[in-house]
C-alpha cells in the first residue's frame, strides 16, 4: 500500500518555511524522503528508521512518529533550489520493497 | 562508480511491438527496483529483487510485463505487446541490504508507444 502524502502542492516565497507530511496504514521500519527535480531522477535526501535513527541531508530535518506511522519533513528558509517533487517512500520489516507516495510539488517563488 | 545505468533513455515504438528496458545496477548492490512513473499515479513499484532474486511482483500491472535479473549486474523489463497505456517513465534503482541504505535511482527510459 502507497503512503499517504499532504498536501499534494505547496507554493511558497523563498525564505518561507514549508511542512511535507507522510503516513501509511501498515507497520513501519523505515521511511525515505526523496526530491525530484522535472526531467530528472529522485535524489534521497533522508532515512528515517524506527528506533530513532537518522541520516540524511544536513539542511533538511524529519521527523517519524513510529506509534502513528506518520513522518513529516521540514524544510525551513525556502531557496529556489527547493523547488521540485517530494517523495515520502516507506518500508516494513523484512523483505518488503520501497513502496513511495503520489508527492508533494513544491514551487519555490523568489 | 558510474551509478544506475538504464538503456534507452528514450524509446518510442508501435502498439503491439515488444519493448525491453535495460538496468545496471550499482556493482556491490543486491537489491533491485523497477517502478513506473505517471502523473495520474505516482511513482509505482512494479516489482524488486534481492540477489537476483524476484521477492514481490504484486506491483506488475498486467501479464504482459515481465521482468529478470540474470546476474547480480543485468536486470530487463519486457512489455509483450505494448499498449499505449503502458507509455510512462520507467526508473530502476538500487540499494545494498541494510537498515539505513538509501535506493539510488538511474536517469530512467521515457516510453512512448504510438
Known amino acids: 500500500q502507497q503512503p499517504v502524502q499532504s498536501p499534494q502542492a505547496v507554493i511558497l516565497r523563498e525564505g518561507e518555511d514549508a511542512v511535507i507530511n507522510c503516513s501509511s496504514s501498515?507497520?513501519?521500519?523505515?521511511v525515505h524522503w526523496y526530491r525530484q527535480k522535472h526531467g530528472e531522477a529522485p535524489v534521497f535526501l533522508m532515512i528515517?528508521?524506527?528506533?530513532?535513527e537518522q541520516k540524511g541531508h544536513e539542511k533538511i530535518s524529519a521527523s517519524f512518529n513510529e506509534k502513528k506511522q506518520q513522518s513529516s519533513l521540514y524544510l525551513t528558509a525556502s531557496q529556489l533550489s527547493y523547488s521540485g517533487t517530494y517523495f515520502c517512500?516507506?518500508?516494513?520489516?523484512?523483505?518488503?520493497?520501497?513502496?513511495f507516495g503520489k508527492g508533494t510539488h513544491l514551487i519555490i517563488q523568489p | 562508480d558510474a551509478g544506475v545505468i538504464q538503456s534507452p533513455r528514450h524509446e518510442v515504438t508501435e502498439m503491439g511491438q515488444e519493448v525491453t528496458l535495460r538496468c545496471k545496477p550499482i556493482?556491490?548492490?543486491?537489491?533491485l527496483f523497477w517502478y513506473r512513473q505517471t502523473m495520474m499515479r505516482g511513482l509505482e513499484l512494479l516489482i524488486y529483487?534481492?540477489?537476483?532474486?524476484?521477492?514481490?511482483d504484486s506491483g506488475m500491472p498486467e501479464d504482459r510485463f515481465s521482468a529478470k535479473m540474470p546476474n547480480a549486474s543485468f536486470s530487463t523489463l519486457k512489455i509483450q505487446p505494448s499498449e499505449p497505456r503502458d507509455s510512462a517513465v520507467y526508473f530502476c534503482?538500487?540499494?545494498?541490504?541494510?537498515?539505513?541504505?538509501?535506493?539510488?535511482f538511474g536517469q530512467g527510459t521515457r516510453l512512448t508507444v504510438v
Open positions: 556493482s556491490g548492490h543486491n537489491s
Open positions: 528515517l528508521l524506527k528506533g530513532g
Open positions: 529483487f534481492n540477489n537476483n532474486v524476484p521477492i514481490d
Open positions: 517512500g516507506s518500508m516494513g520489516g523484512g523483505a518488503d520493497g520501497l513502496t
Open positions: 534503482a538500487s540499494r545494498t541490504a541494510g537498515r539505513n541504505t538509501e535506493a539510488f
Open positions: 501498515k507497520a513501519l521500519y523505515s
